[in-house]
């Protein structure tokens, strides 16, 4: 959580009624054109990687895909991973990362991390996991992502607000309706959302 509330707000790489029109062009069988392919592989490259195997494999892509690409490129580009590789391509990764991975079920699709190479976000691809996983190699530590679209969002719920002091409040209520989430929000209890919004003003000034 403090990593999402540090980093300030940052605009979706592709609007949904974008790669919803893209999704359309390669659903009737027509190709992109090379400058149209090329601006898209420097904004979404997990895309351009799809629409490749579609037409290798001659299978039709699922437009959940194409939001799950730029759910997880929006996500690199707040979490400062700017290095993309195509697992398929380049069947490398790390061990400990690929052992993580493998806890949770998860087969690497699309691999987004830093120059460092201490941070991944891997955009997964399995049935039976999550889909996209962020290891931190630091402390061994895997978080799971589930990307939703806004309309399929019923079963999940909207974490509490934050209170007069910039401290996240959860009330009685909430603690007893959904009690898998209180141990998460303890561990933010010093978690300052006002502090974080100065910080984040500060950047936006020193960095227009």
Same mark, same amino acid.
């Given at each position: ?11 979706? !790489? ?14 009737? %069988?027509?190709?992109? /054109? ?30 959940? !895909?194409?939001?799950?690409? /730029? ?11 700017? !290095? ?26 699309? #691999? ?12 997964? %691809? ?11 190699? !630091? ?5 799971? #992502? ?24 959860? @009330? ?13 929000? @303890? ?10 919004? %100065? ?5 936006? /000034?020193?960095?227009?």
């Amino acid at each position: 959580m403090q990593l999402f509330y540090a980093v300030a707000p940052t605009k979706i !790489v592709l609007l949904k009624k974008e790669y919803d029109k893209l999704w359309k062009i390669i659903k009737e %069988g027509n190709t992109l /054109v090379a400058k149209d392919e090329k601006e898209l592989n420097h904004i979404c490259p997990a895309i351009v990687c799809e629409i490749h195997k579609s037409i290798a494999e001659t299978r039709l892509i699922q437009s959940a !895909v194409f939001s799950e690409c /730029v759910y997880a490129q929006t996500l690199a580009n707040i979490l400062r991973l700017p !290095v993309f590789t195509d697992y398929a391509k380049v069947n490398t990764i790390d061990e400990t990362v690929l052992t993580l991975l493998k806890s949770y079920c998860l087969v690497p699709r699309y #691999i987004y991390t830093n120059e460092a190479k201490s941070e991944f976000l891997i955009q997964a %691809g399995s049935c039976r996991g999550t889909d996209s996983a962020l290891i931190r190699l !630091v402390d061994k530590a895997i978080y799971s #992502i589930e990307f939703k679209e806004p309309s399929a969002r019923g079963p999940t719920l909207d974490l509490p607000k934050y209170g007069e002091d910039g401290r996240i409040f959860v @009330s009685k209520r909430f603690r007893k309706n959904y009690p898998y989430y209180v141990d998460m929000l @303890s561990e933010q209890e010093d978690l300052n959302f006002f502090d974080t919004m %100065g910080i984040m003003s500060m950047n936006s /000034v020193q960095n227009p």
